[in-house]
């Protein structure tokens, strides 16, 4: 169920900030995700950009102002009809005043008031704007009438000052987007996520570990939360930022990645393992650097606790996935976990595969279910997979019940 916009209308306000400027690239974003965008801007925000760039971009008319061309005057009412969604980036405090108070005096505002679909509000302004009393007020307004809220970023400001107001990077917006329009099939789970690799450290400076990006747990995660999920990512060591209105954990060893998924397991209604977990560890980690020395070195290593194991054991009401990362015999491999671990689903991949291996934007699985089926999948994008796993689960949760 992975929330599809390209049959989606999207209505981008723009009004008049600095910021204005990364409202371009945030049309260029929705555009490649599909959706028909239609642009209302203030005649502020015209002075930051021109009517053209977005028109360019989106390929449709800009609406300035109520009284012009020969429709003008009915434009904002059809384009609120048609809307799936509302979009203002950047915010004004003066566009959230009007809003919040039902003003209507030019088209925007009086757009506005037409709405009946979502409406993501993406607040940017000067740091004490954005902390006076007035604007907290019409924005808790807002909220309170149901509007999704994107809190500004802090940092340093263009105006020189340093605190919340800076719009978020249209990536961020574009996710929140998508999280307002997916159906809310995990409202009220507890969802907990592993992901990434762990490193066993040899010395400080050298460790074990494997190529695990962590992009599939991250995914899941991310789709989790989109569709109402209150998630907990616990992750290993990856380059990837902490996906948004997610509790992130992060930890390096096995022993720490156990530690935190059973400390969470109790208060868990789902559970998905994706991280890749170093099987053995040294027995002996030196405190210093390991100088060079003879022309071989044995490394003695001791087993790990299989954590998946562990959780299959201690599981009471707990959907529990699992992945197997195989190189051969995907089938007899992932069949022998699903049933040795206790498992209700194991999503099993071929890693030697270049769309389908660690650090790959796709991802190719076979889904083995408790009952002794399976289901393959095509090569697709890992957000896709991962709503594809989360809709098997809710499936089973549901049926469950």
């Not at 604007?135 to 605190?163: M, Q, W």
């Not at 991310?222 to 996906?243: C, I, Y």
């Not at 790959?360 to 408790?370: G, H, K, M, P, S």
Request: proline share 5%; hydrophobic share 40%; charged share 25%.
């Amino acid at each position: 169920m992975k929330t599809d916009i390209s049959n989606k209308t999207v209505v981008l306000c723009v009004s008049g900030g600095i910021a204005a400027y990364k409202s371009v690239e945030l049309l260029r974003l929705l555009k490649k995700q599909g959706a028909d965008v239609r642009v209302i801007m203030t005649q502020n925000a015209t002075d930051f950009v021109g009517p053209l760039t977005f028109q360019a971009l989106s390929g449709q008319t800009v609406c300035t102002s109520l009284f012009e061309g020969n429709d003008a005057s009915i434009k904002h009412i059809e384009w609120a009809q048609e809307a799936d969604a509302v979009v203002i980036a950047p915010a004004t405090a003066n566009v959230i005043g009007k809003y919040a108070n039902g003003i209507a005096d030019d088209a925007l505002s009086t757009f506005m008031l037409a709405v009946t679909s979502p409406i993501i509000l993406c607040p940017s302004m000067n740091t004490n704007m954005y902390q006076s009393k007035p604007f907290r007020r019409n924005l808790e307004t807002l909220r309170t009438d149901g509007c999704f809220i994107v809190e500004p970023e802090a940092g340093e400001l263009a105006c020189g000052t340093s605190g919340p107001g800076r719009l978020p990077d249209p990536p961020d917006i574009l996710d929140r987007i998508l999280c307002c329009l997916t159906p809310k099939d995990l409202k009220g789970r507890q969802v907990l996520v592993s992901a990434g690799p762990t490193r066993e450290h040899i010395d400080p400076v050298r460790f074990i570990s494997n190529p695990s990006s962590g992009k599939m747990g991250y995914a899941i995660a991310r789709a989790a939360e989109h569709r109402g999920g209150e998630v907990v990512l616990v992750s290993g060591p990856t380059m990837l930022p902490d996906p948004l209105n997610i509790e992130v954990i992060r930890i390096t060893s096995a022993e720490e990645m156990a530690i935190a998924v059973f400390e969470r397991m109790p208060t868990s209604d789902i559970i998905i393992k994706t991280a890749a977990v170093s099987d053995y560890r040294p027995k002996e980690q030196a405190t210093q650097k390991i100088k060079k020395g003879e022309d071989e070195k044995v490394l003695g290593l001791q087993k790990n606790q299989d954590i998946l194991k562990e959780l299959g054991r201690r599981k009471k009401n707990q959907f529990l996935v699992g992945f197997a990362a195989e190189t051969e015999a995907l089938e007899k491999h992932a069949g022998q976990k699903l049933v040795a671990k206790n498992l209700d689903i194991i999503a099993g991949n071929i890693v030697t595969r270049p769309d389908s291996g660690f650090g790959t934007d796709t991802n190719q699985v076979t889904l083995f279910y408790r009952d002794g089926t399976k289901e393959p999948l095509s090569v697709m994008e890992k957000d896709a997979v991962a709503h594809v796993l989360l809709d098997r689960v809710v499936e089973r949760v549901c049926a469950d019940k």
